[in-house]
């Protein structure tokens, strides 16, 4: 089992008031993302656990990419990884900082 | 906008769609992070919820207790922090002896990585779930998703006042692989999706008297399902258990001698029982009942 | 031991319990007068509809005889009996009936002890054995979940890998050892002595009670088996409790 941990500089803050929300599942090629505020708003976290060894730098590309995207300010987002690909970490990801804006995921 | 389906939805949509409005409130949610402590033995991811969700919410205003397993995560199966959650929430409703519990199963049985632990959490919910009953707390039971309703997730399913069953919904203890792994193909053919839909799928179960209420595959008839689930539950008392007692006994009696299920359905009065699988919700009702064994079964 | 012996030695003024196609059945009195209802599974036999059926209607007999018997549960089953048959009429239902008939008795005035004296595993383990109040053993018994072989076809792990987990947790591997650490048995009989006495020591504990906590979980919380279990069981009851 791996332990990754982003932490990037965000532009915004995200919106909305949630304090937390969880997107996806822990199965064969999905994942599941905790969403939590409770940073800085200028700052953003991801942390990693996946069965998946020695990916960091897909990891590292895709949250920079997210980071990038979403305006994920003030937010911890913890994955638990079932070995998804990375077009389906990004796709949860947005998913995640969605559902803790409130809208409907 | 349709409901959703029963069968596709995760465990949260699930929860979240059957009761009122923004009315869930979830024990030792995600967040608190309570993760197997067994899995990483394995090298294998963790989740959050370990697979289980438990709180409370209304249902048309009224309070009950909720618990959902999700079926993707591990196939839905019992470990140690999964099933603790449940059995700490029918102890809370056999102390409150007025909220009903709803449990929308989804599992493959016990998981396998923590195989003790998980025998115990269900010999610990089985006699939780009684406790409750006698406290005369219904509690009662859905099932209708991926992972089916096995070993000791069937055995749960019928100790509970009533269950609801979609077609998707199997119950069974030993699940096809392993009854063919152990006995030979020549027992049972696991690849034969037919066979094993009437088998132990939620039609013949339904129809002998396995589950009360035949839903159909939508978060909405689930939800009508649980309400009628719950105003009809059998109480739990000596006569209940001598009524399932002979209703068990008369099944064997009936069916015993039947090497399929169409020669079941076929001795208890369907003209074409070879068209059951294939028949759509409402003709299935119609015609199940019928045909199915006494209504308001004892159990 | 076998069960006649284990019969001798709890009965030594003799019993009338008899063995019929596996199931054993009927009544004995222990040489403190006490009398002792008693169901068994014996021989490793699989229980499918039929055996669980059986065995259900001797506790309601012993439920509905109007006398306040304890009863004894004797386990050397096979796990459930794995056939087309079974499942497609409804061994989870039969099995489940069992179950709440012991659980059923045990609240009313019958406190249920079970003896495992050989194996059992699987859905014939919760449906006999799992549920009674008290689970005692003899040397030698073994309980499993899962063989190691099938559980090796299914993880995809190599047996010998399994074997050498097995040695940091008792949480997964078959046995009796296992078992009693994560709080499935409460004890382990001494064979060397006389069961009756043992039997009479554990029945003076749950005699005129009615339903108990199970404490279970506490067991494997105490015995370093199950770590989790009883913490969480008891924050959800009392987060539960709160909400109401």
Redesign the interface.
């Known amino acids: 089992?791996e332990k990754l941990t982003y932490r990037h500089v965000a532009a915004l803050r995200a919106k909305g008031t949630r304090d937390?929300a969880?997107v996806g599942?822990?199965?064969s090629g999905?994942l599941?993302v905790?969403v939590?505020r409770g940073l800085p708003d200028g700052e953003c976290e991801v942390e990693i656990?996946?069965?998946v060894e020695g990916f960091g730098d897909v990891w590292s590309a895709v949250v920079v990419d997210f980071v990038g995207r979403s305006s994920p300010g003030g937010l911890k987002l913890?994955i638990?990884?079932?070995g998804a690909r990375p077009d389906m970490v990004a796709l949860r990801l947005a998913q995640a900082v969605r559902a803790i804006e409130g809208e409907r995921s | 906008m349709s409901s959703p389906s029963w069968f596709e939805a995760s465990a949260r949509q699930r929860v979240k769609e059957m009761l009122d409005q923004d009315s869930f409130v979830e024990f030792i949610g995600p967040e608190q992070r309570e993760t197997s402590p067994h899995l990483s033995l394995f090298d294998l991811p963790e989740q959050f919820d370990d697979g289980m969700i438990v709180g409370r919410g209304l249902l048309d205003g009224k309070p009950v207790f909720i618990a959902a397993q999700e079926g993707r995560f591990m196939g839905g199966a019992f470990g140690e922090v999964h099933g603790a959650k449940l059995t700490g929430l029918l102890r809370a409703a056999r102390d409150v002896g007025s909220i009903p519990v709803v449990i929308l199963f989804d599992t493959g049985g016990v998981r396998l990585q923590e195989a003790n632990a998980g025998e115990l959490a269900i010999a610990e919910i089985m006699r939780a779930v009684v406790e409750a009953r006698l406290a005369g707390v219904p509690v009662v039971g859905l099932v209708g998703g991926r992972a089916g309703c096995y070993g000791g997730g069937g055995l749960t399913a019928g100790s509970c006042s009533a269950l609801a069953v979609s077609e998707q919904g199997r119950i069974s203890v030993s699940g096809p692989e392993v009854i063919e792994t152990n006995r030979g193909v020549e027992e049972f053919d696991s690849k034969d999706r037919a066979l094993v839909w009437r088998t132990m799928g939620g039609k013949q179960r339904y129809l002998i008297g396995g589950a009360d209420v035949f839903a159909d595959d939508t978060v909405a008839s689930f939800r009508d399902a649980a309400r009628y689930v719950i105003e009809h539950a059998a109480a739990l008392d000596l006569d209940t258990l001598q009524a399932e007692q002979v209703r068990l006994e008369q099944r064997i009696e009936r069916f015993g001698a039947c090497a399929d299920a169409i020669d079941i359905w076929r001795s208890m009065g369907a003209a074409d029982p070879q068209s059951l699988p294939g028949m759509a919700f409402e003709d299935f009702v119609a015609l199940a009942d019928g045909l199915k064994e006494t209504r308001h079964v004892a159990r | 031991m076998l069960l006649a012996d284990i019969l001798a030695s709890l009965f030594p003024g003799g019993h009338e319990v008899i063995v019929q196609g596996g199931l054993a059945s009927g009544r004995g009195t222990l040489p403190s007068g006490s009398q002792l209802a008693v169901i068994g599974v014996d021989g490793r036999l699989p229980v499918g509809i039929d055996e669980a059926a059986r065995l259900a209607r001797h506790v309601l007999d012993v439920t509905t005889s109007g006398s306040n018997d304890p009863i004894l549960v004797l386990v050397d089953s096979d796990s459930q009996r794995m056939s087309k048959r079974d499942e497609m009429l409804g061994l989870s239902e039969y099995l489940a009936h069992l179950a709440k008939c012991l659980i059923h008795a045990d609240a009313h005035g019958h406190p249920t002890i079970g003896l495992l004296y050989g194996h059992t595993a699987a859905g014939a383990f919760i449906a006999t054995a799992l549920a009674t109040r008290v689970l005692l053993a003899l040397p030698g018994a073994e309980p499993a979940v899962m063989d190691l072989p099938s559980m090796s076809r299914v993880t995809k792990l190599p047996i010998e890998v399994l074997q050498e987990k097995a040695k940091s947790t008792p949480v997964f591997a078959p046995g009796l050892d296992n078992l009693a650490q994560t709080g499935g048995v409460a004890a382990v009989l001494d064979p060397t002595r006389s069961l009756a006495d043992q039997l009479e020591a554990v029945l003076t504990t749950v005699a005129g009670t009615g339903l108990q906590a199970d404490t279970r979980d506490q067991l494997g919380k105490q015995r370093q088996g199950r770590p989790k279990a009883a913490d969480i069981a008891e924050r959800v009851r009392e987060l539960a409790l709160a909400s109401v």
């Open positions: 089992m937390q969880i599942v822990v199965a999905n599941e905790l939590e656990r996946t069965p913890s638990n990884d079932g």
